[in-house]
């Protein structure tokens, strides 16, 4: 059937896109200022469009319906052309930031000034986080059409990066970054090898050594057993040439904990790897198989001593032969910068949660619109979004990724100023004990935030993805319609770069201590805490638990939403207080610090935005629809989470259940009809074009089935053994025309009368 | 690293083998004992060890690493492959079930009796669901290792078989059935052509039409437009040689609404299609890839009348040239029958969830006992299973298939009582109007409970899988173990054969109304309620209502924690049916409907283990250790959903905020470590095959790394290229060796010299 054979344009039912045009045109929200309001700014509005549409343009960027269903082998070759293709914008990405095409080829000038050429140190020009913020957003955004491409290049940029950047010494920053070109996919393509079989959450116990010889100035990387293996390497399987490695050092037969190590695994010009290292293949996960996960074993495999990264703690040889070596360590400093690698990831993790949960918001709303099913006889069948059912299916889910972008933008402003700064305390040239202190503070703080907004956003991700497929019936089963393969590559986030669970936990912990330290002692730093702990300062503690009753949260005012949950995790922090008091079994309450983590970054979602539209300034919205319609978001995304939550909000007497029953309930199924009118302006503006979304259900048209038909019918072309007819018939055909087998595979052997024979 | 050098024997830490056998060795229960408790009888476990013994021997049918990561081309031809491998089982199965193996060739016989040669009805045998039950067995159990190969067979003996047995008169059956051969897969096979692309659960507007034509007697079947496409259909893209398609039936312009016809699609003998039918195929998919769904088209396509289904509505050719042919219709069993189809689908889901849930539950119980990670310094680290919170994210998830086993027995053998039942009552021989009316009752009891089950528990099942997968790690992100797959095949349960939401909100419609008539007219059947449904019974309720206290649930007598959930029930539905009588909306109150549902469905799942559990008989549990765990099982299932339901157990008043803080929670934890104590020894006894497991983190020997890392090397053997090198690494090494894209492009034409040549 052709399209136009195929529509009866008369026909009342199962015409989508005159129903989402339809909405559009009755639209009465702003969406171009919603979208700035989403966008942050819009400069990066402008960015972020123009960025897009370069990806869902490039040739070998783009995706479509031909990328579902690829092997591993397809994925893998894939995904590294398109780093190829990459490493081309990353240079005129930098070029635009530097406001540089003129005259000297910029890169290569970066490149060469930082090496042997270098004269003196006012000539250094080194990158800054400004200079490749323009490819960072290409790569953010590219994240939401293709994940692995982004992960696959980022473990190189930055996991190995950060980890050079974050314990090698500014020469050793210089020289392996810049000299050798890491920065620029040059030289060398670096892995990060801190995971191993035995251990992940564990960095501490980590078991590969490197043992100093003092012979030799080197040391010796070993995987003294199996479980020391290192695991799920990113790029180790087939593109590393060099891994930061995470192992023991252990000198003079003392062990000093794990410390970071530059070692070389393949020459990049043959690509073979060198002696004494093995590799293999991970091999097949359930998702992301573009990028090449491996394992590593090393079998004394020897390194000069220099290629230990040394900002933190140090070795020195023997002044003398037969002496001792020395060893220098700033152990508190070196933990920090340790792991603040993982920091980038887990930032970028929750822009991801934006983006990625905006895309599945999208496709549900437009399929929840367009879709019609059941209803009054002899009308029009009714949409599905007008189903109070569906309404609360759907629209609470569009609310997240409104609700994760303006914390989004915030936590990766702080987490920038913070790294920026801790670079430039801690460098020789610019040293600042005192601002050493305040930086450590922000980076606790930063990772307490980042742990709990990482651990809630990507978890709330993977639901609003799985729901939202549910709420597309069985379409949202088909490859085709991108919620599968987001599922099986988005799942991960919850497990790396910091388990969910051990996120939660650490950071409902330090809150928890902080809560402690405030009741206790008015402990509260009013520079550093007032952000992300407001519900934290010792006077507001002291009202909500002075009170005993609900603080006075009657959801009336705008601020109430958020402060609703300030007031909760007061309470609740208090519930667990006296239970560990009298357990004295920190825990005995782990299930309630996960909450407690949960609790937090919904609090610093709420407030972030709240904040970002309460200010005609950041919030760029002056239409009054508009406003209207983004504070019924704000509100339905508190009350949906304080209904998912009611047990504890009960249990900690926040609400009474009459309160639940006759204002919370009510009011989050009297928003839903209001929402739900805005429901195409507020997917439409996300402004994301069709070659991200890739799905066909969910296209701007909303041509649903004639879009999705098409697809399906370009991706499966009629067999060449004729239409319907696959290679394998025979089995088919030789099944329905068999005789009877075991007749037959006898030879008549069990028939009575050759029995009776036999039985003689 | 070979196995044996790469252990220190001598080493505390990372031993898994020994931790899980040490549990083993300490464990106090009979896993024998258990085992027979879960598998319903001595019998029925001899039956199911065996079967399972057999498929994980066979040679086509058994699993290994290597299922994971195939193209869904390879898993179409594996998957046809297994089919013919199961049609000899079919015959075997038949004639152990007859205990029939000499003298004619049985199964020859039973195809050859029915058709021509019938001499006189008394000769006829036909097969009953107890000749089959032990093929059905076999494919529910291979639905644990290959979940696609029992569903595309299912789509044949399942949907399509019932769609015939329930709407085709004896005759018909006996014909398609077991004349042609389609009951023994063989001369027919059939798909189920219900869905189209615009219509799923609302199938009474289905859009395809068979319109009679009464000069020829025939009807002709018409896609009359891409929305009205047959679509989501099992089999349809590559197996099906007949299609029991689903379409309005058109008489003489009249629309008598959607009844079912066998419509041939393709030649059995060459497989190629029919004129006038277009097919082609769905697709990638989530999951399932050996499944080959399908689209069908008709246009014009031409069928005999006799064709049409004609148990409950027959069309009657014209008695004379030009007259009008008649139609005799019984509407009521016409829907009844009609959805019959999908009954046994749903059956099957529960039993289903109860096995895949039981696979997923040991794989993490082994890693969790295996695994070590952090701990108290100079000590082996601590076994995950050791930490409260993994405690609390995997054993309340142990115990869904210990809960999910007997209700799902039980369904099973209620819904082949009662289908035998319909068939007699409803057949011309034996035809019993008052009979009819009891098993229409029962259908819809059954209706209301399996749907209430399915949704329940392919929803519990899912999280289950998703849940344990996280509490793997980065290893339940690897392929090999299972979780993958296991999710991607499973997740569709919750949407097909009845979306979870639709059928949660039709069993829940159903039991307000028996709720609202219990409690009005003392209306309660005590023949036919008082098993699913005795939480209805006009006492229980007027006892409830009236106390307007807690019904004194304290939760210290085992039959509390059932009647907990029988008292909620009750609270609630007065709670919603206070609601709708103040708002006269239905649709308003689903979210609490869906929620009705799942109590309805968790009740009866405790019900029907406090009842096998408490009889002697039932259970064949005497070992007092065994029982006392089972009886912790039980509590612990019925606790951790209270608290996951808390929000409604204190909105409805069945527990107070300080009953949750210091009953319910308190028994959950203490619950926790003592049902940890027996985890091996209860995942033990569901005694899988590790074939069956096929995920070598989860395999009976507990040699988790070795058993992993072996898998890993043997799916990814080294490179042709190089160890470590893969076929495209030309495409990383020019990356690397490249020199400055742009400078090099541009020909050096941006040099400051040559701009201001251009510039002058």
Known sequence: MTRSSTVDAASVTLQPQKLIQGERSRAKIDVDQINVFLESSPEKRDQAQALMTELVSDPILKTDSSYYGRSKREEREDTARKIVRLALYMEHDIKTARKHFKGTDLVEELQRSEGED???????????????????????????????????????????????????????????????????????????????LGHGSNVAQLQTTATYNAES??????????????FWIGGAAHSATHCAVYARLIVDGRDYGVKTFVVPLRNPETHQLLANVVIGDIGQKMGRNGIDNGWIQFHNHVIPREYMLSRFTKVFPPKSKGGKA?????????????YSALLSGRVNMVMDSFRFGSRFAIIAARYAVGRQQFGPRGHPE???????????????????PYLVSPVAFKLLDTYYSTLDELYRVSSPATFDKAGLVVVSKKLKNLFIDSASLKATNTWLVADLIDQLRQACGGQGYSSYNAFGKG????????????????????????ILKKFAASRRDGIFDTGLDAESFSYLEPGFIHDVLKTGQNAEITLEQLPDYSRVWAVALVRFLDHIARLVDSTKDLDSVAKLLVLVSKFHALHSMLKAYYDKLNSPQDSHVSDAASKDALWDVYKLFSLYFIDKHSGEFQQ?????????????QPQLLNLLPKVRKAIIPLTDAFKMPDGMINAPIGYFDGDIYHNYFDEITKQNPTEVDGAGVPPYYGLLTDLLNRGWEFDHALGGSARANVLKKLGK
Request: hydrophobic residues 35%; charged residues 20%; proline residues 5%.
């Open 487 to 510: 599922y099986d590559d988005w799942v991960v986030q919850c497990t790396w770069e910091g388990d969910n669970n051990i996120l939660s936990l650490s950071s409902a912990k330090s």
């Open 382 to 400: 009714t949409q599905l979004i007008d189903y109070p059912l569906h309404q609360y299916r759907v629209l609470p889910q569009i609310t997240v």
């Open 217 to 230: 100035d080197t040391f010796t990387i070993n995987t003294p057993n199996l479980p020391a293996t290192k």
């Open 326 to 338: 020395t060893v220098k360590t700033q152990p508190q400093l070196d933990q920090i910068s340790g």
């Open 652 to 664: 900690i007497k926040v609400f009474t259940p009459e309160e639940i029953s006759h204002t919370v």
């Open 118 to 196: 270098l004269k003196n140190e006012s000539d250094l020009v080194p990158l800054t986080n400004s200079d490749v913020a323009i490819f960072d957003r290409r790569l953010s955004l590219l994240h939401n059409m293709d994940p692995q491409v982004g992960t696959r290049l980022g473990v190189h940029l930055g996991l190995f990066g950060n980890c050079i950047k974050g314990n090698g010494t500014n020469e050793q920053i210089r020289y392996w970054m810049h000299e050798r070109g890491a920065t620029f996919v040059k030289g060398i393509y670096g892995c990060f090898g801190m995971t191993e």
